[in-house]
């Protein structure tokens, strides 16, 4: 997917390779968080945003979650590990998006041996 990216860029304006695994990674938090939502609210994120905010805010405060959400997930791992997060219902918010988070990282896993299992096949 990068070099897709990549290949009409100049040199000086290339991605760099990890960025790919970064995204992807990065994607998987804001699934987990679109997921919850969903769950919880009965709709996406993106659109709770928008129908709560506006086209324009909602479209930010998405965007600013998909930026943010990766590390709010890290600072409530570091609260939840240190005994600091005392809600009930925040522990057991936590522990469901921990759970969520570890199976499509798995499936991630999964998928890249998959891709490298057949570009190893066929390439």
Do not use: K
Request: charged share 15%; hydrophobic share 55%; proline share 4%.
């Amino acid at each position: 997917m990068v070099a897709l990216i990549n290949s009409p860029l100049p040199p000086s304006l290339r991605l760099p390779v990890w960025s790919g695994d970064v995204l992807a990674i990065w994607t998987a938090f804001f699934l987990v968080d679109n997921i919850d939502t969903a769950i919880t609210l009965g709709q996406t994120s993106i659109g709770f945003a928008i129908r709560t905010e506006g086209m324009v805010r909602g479209a930010l405060d998405s965007l600013l979650r998909f930026l943010l959400f990766p590390l709010l997930f890290c600072l409530g791992l570091w609260d939840y590990a240190t005994g600091r997060m005392q809600s009930r219902y925040f522990r057991g918010t936590f522990r469901w998006q921990a759970g969520l988070f570890a199976l499509v990282i798995a499936a991630l896993i999964v998928l890249l041996f998959l891709n490298y299992q057949v570009m190893r096949r066929v390439g």
